[in-house]
């Protein structure tokens, strides 16, 4: 039933009529299967009372023992259960896939479609009138998101929130960019074990995700510029009172939106796309959320592309001070207004009239919005970066673009020319970057191969590839690196990443060489491999594709069907969204 006919439905009604309820299909007919359905349910100590004529509101919830960032998840679903009782929705809780960025290998993105599959076929085939995606480690959240979007039922997306700042003696601490620094100083011979145990001890300060502007918190702010979180919601810190109160707040949405019949694809439409582009670039974003974006995107049938980023990117200043691209770390980013406050400095680039899924538009979040901080969100003449924070690229190595996140990046090596140090892959470069011998200058580029969707397989974030030790202890810090792989959102460096197509799908990063010379031209948005087209072709026709490991099970799944970098890497056959289409068997 559409939005517009179940509210005539309520008005002509004056109350809810249960029987407008997707659930009701399970539980409200006088059948065989309808019995089987109330009769159990009896069993487990629910009465008629309970949820007849209410809203069931799945918690969808990615807690898991394995789950570092997600340990207050199950506290969080009493809070959100709470909410949803508030107004007379029945809350149950279904456990899905958790995808532990820490402890999962070889990488969760290899899991990212597990987990919207899962949640796509969660919502459909359960009594669900509306859900509570609740995430916030990397995947997670474009996994719910995908998920949620294909299945198309009203749901509403509860962060698990950034954790506290960290405090190292008298230094302030961010998750990985700090530990990738300190790291850096440890392999030069600056840091002694005991400053390194102390780093560990202290780094990971609470519960909740990566505080730097991650892919956590940049799929957050996307989440909330999508529409699909309270105003607000991407920043609170995860183990703040504040943080409670939201989840209760999430839960009473729930429900509100169930009656409505707000639906995912109601509310995304290219506007929103585009504010969530212009968000990520404003917040200096993690890369990896272009391609989620872009799944995201196909699913909902928008299909926004490489080119959209990089039009956007022309005139999206960075204006968040958080690291990597600036100093800050989440928790300031809450204190200084959050996501309201930032966009009140981008009004003028923002689409206000989009919706959200409490029904109101983009506007009225801002509305109210104050910035405490302007050094943490800075005035639009004193950005931290102008515009091009994040570039796309294209050359005769990047067919189909690849992208460099400029903002985190050494300024003086964005336009470069360097002789490649190839690595065939990810085993070559563990045995080798360190070698005394290997014949690697600063101006060199790091070139790895085998990277991507297909050939790692799974898209790890190898891109940051180390530093070779003997240049750290040269002083070196920074070198341009290229790779088919990702990055961590909490990385930095002259990285360019994402190169498509794959080395591993015969893409022309295969055909580099030792010794090729390399050019990087970031203002210029080029990516060139020096050398002839008819070498180019002579080195294509002698390439043999490498044979897939993959030969079983989810990773042969995946092998076959995932698609490229500059597509999203969802699967083929999973795009688009089946809005409206219930089982059929009753
Ligand atoms: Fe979970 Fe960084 S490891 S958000």
């Not at 009529?17 to 006088?30: A, E, I, Q, Y």
């Not at 996994?143 to 506290?164: E, H, N």
């Not at 011998?437 to 050939?455: F, I, N, R, Y």
Request: charged share 25%.
């Amino acid at each position: 039933m559409s939005h517009e006919s179940r509210s005539n439905a309520d008005a002509r009604s004056g109350d809810r009529d249960p029987s407008l309820l997707r659930s009701h299909r399970w539980f409200g007919p006088d059948d065989l299967r309808s019995f089987g359905h109330r009769s159990r349910l009896k069993g487990m100590g629910i009465d008629d009372a309970d949820y007849r004529g209410r809203p069931v509101i799945g918690l969808l919830n990615t807690w898991s023992d394995l789950s570092t960032c997600h340990s207050h998840l199950r506290e969080r679903a009493e809070e959100v259960k709470r909410g949803v009782l508030q107004m007379g929705g029945f809350p149950v809780e279904v456990p899905v896939l958790s995808l532990s960025e820490m402890l999962m290998k070889p990488t969760t993105m290899l899991y990212r479609n597990l987990l919207a599959m899962e949640t796509e076929e969660v919502l459909r085939s359960h009594p669900i009138d509306a859900a509570v995606l609740m995430g916030g480690c990397d995947k997670t959240v474009p996994g719910l998101l995908m998920g949620a979007i294909s299945a198309d039922i009203p749901s509403v997306f509860l962060p698990a929130g950034p954790m506290l700042n960290a405090r190292w003696r008298d230094v302030t601490l961010g998750s990985g960019t700090d530990a990738w620094k300190y790291w850096a100083e440890r392999c030069a011979g600056n840091l002694c074990d005991g400053d390194w145990t102390e780093i560990e001890n202290c780094i990971a300060r609470s519960a909740g995700t990566c505080m730097t502007m991650g892919t956590a918190s940049t799929m957050a702010c996307i989440a909330e510029a999508l529409g699909f979180t309270l105003p607000g919601a991407s920043s609170v810190p995860a183990v703040v009172a504040e943080h409670s109160r939201l989840a209760v707040a999430t839960g009473r949405m729930a429900v509100e939106i169930a009656w409505e019949d707000r639906k995912p694809c109601s509310i995304l439409s290219r506007e929103s796309f585009e504010n969530a582009m212009t968000t990520q670039l404003a917040i200096g974003g993690s890369t990896n959320a272009i391609v989620h974006m872009i799944a995201m995107s196909r699913r909902s049938g928008q299909r926004i592309a490489l080119e959209d980023y990089d039009r956007l990117s022309q005139r999206v200043p960075v204006l968040l001070n958080l690291r990597p691209s600036g100093k800050y770390l989440m928790e300031d980013f809450h204190h200084a207004g959050g996501l309201p406050a930032l966009w009140s400095r981008l009004q003028d680039l923002l689409h206000l009239d989009a919706r959200s899924i409490d029904g109101k538009t983009l506007r009225a979040s801002i509305d109210g919005a104050r910035i405490i901080d302007e050094d943490v969100i800075r005035p639009r003449n004193n950005p931290v970066y102008a515009n091009g924070g994040t570039c796309v690229l294209r050359g005769n190595l990047a067919p189909m673009g690849c992208v460099i996140k400029s903002s985190a990046s050494t300024e003086q090596l964005l336009q470069h020319r360097g002789r490649a140090v190839v690595f065939e892959n990810y085993a070559d470069l563990k045995k080798r970057i360190h070698s005394p011998d290997l014949d690697v200058t600063a101006d060199s580029v790091l070139v790895l191969k085998s990277g991507g969707p297909m050939g790692a397989p799974g898209f790890p974030e190898w891109g940051m590839l180390p530093i070779p030790e003997k240049l750290l202890k040269q002083g070196v810090r920074d070198m341009v690196r290229i790779s088919d792989a990702r990055m961590s959102g909490t990385s930095y460096g002259t990285c360019v990443l994402h190169i498509s197509p794959e080395s591993s799908s015969g893409g022309p990063l295969a055909l580099v060489r030792e010794g090729d010379t390399i050019e990087l031209d970031v203002p210029n948005r080029r990516l060139e491999l020096c050398i002839s087209p008819e070498e180019m072709e002579q080195r294509r026709s002698a390439w043999k594709a490498p044979v897939s490991a993959a030969t079983r099970g989810y990773t042969y799944l995946y092998s076959q069907h995932v698609t490229q970098a500059h597509e999203g890497c969802d699967f083929d056959f999973l795009e688009g969204h089946d809005s409206g289409k219930e089982p059929d068997i009753f």
